[in-house]
């Protein structure tokens, strides 16, 4: 998201030596803390021009164009859509790097650990949905993530764009949520594994307790009407928001 980027690459860049094959997979989540005790459906779609999460029971989607570099926040009984540009995001991305006083540095470090402790470990095996898995640890500060993929099942798109889509995850938090730079890290340090996570844990600050487990995984043609936007729904441009903010001068 450093560069304005052509999504729509030939497939001699798309991952491993498989063809742009749409992905469909259905994971069971839950989620403990930050307000209470949730559970629920999420259906992801991948395709080489889009990416979509949807929250079943929420009935919220978040959209990624991959062609127009856009990412949609879309929540259907508010009728609303939040949108953020590429260039955007990763401008919210480049505003966790700059240098805060010590006094916040220290309130960050206490609440959340340094961002800039991070380790990766390789854990093991594991068999998810039938398919072969490698498990890892991944901790940025007092933030854990655990989660098992399978290295041989490959999003139809290309890694740059994969990373790309990744670091998007990150600056969704930027505006409000104080974890930004934990999560930037933490994004970056998922998209170096290969393959897609089909079972993901995070846990270990602030009493955040998070997963996901795939329970059904399909191949094979996405219908465009999946990917369409709604009509008559409010439209709100985080990025013009994110744009002002950071325009502002500091105190």
Known sequence: MRLRLVFALAATLLFGSL????????????RKGMGGVASGTEIHYYSSAYLMTRAVEKKQDLLVDLQKGISYNIDHPKKTIR????????????????????ATNKLMATMFGDPKAVKVTRLGNEKIAGRDCQAWEISVGKLVMNLSADPTLKVPMSETSYAQMMKIRAAQFTQSNPMGATYKRLYEEMAKIKGIPL????????????????AKIESGAIPAATFALPTG?????M?????????KPKP
């Not at 995001?89 to 240098?99: C, D, K, R, Y």
């Not at 729904?233 to 441009?237: F, I, R, T």
């Open 233 to 237: 729904y409010k439209v709100e441009d």
């Open 199 to 214: 079972r993901t844990h995070m846990s270990g600050m602030m009493g955040v307790d998070v997963s996901t487990l795939a």
């Open 19 to 30: 063809s742009a094959t749409d992905l469909t997979i259905t994971f069971t989540s839950s």
């Open 83 to 102: 949108m953020i540009s590429f260039d955007d995001a990763m401008a919210a991305v480049g505003s966790m790097n700059q240098p805060k006083d010590d």
């Open 239 to 247: 990025g013009k928001k994110l744009r002002e903010q950071m325009a």
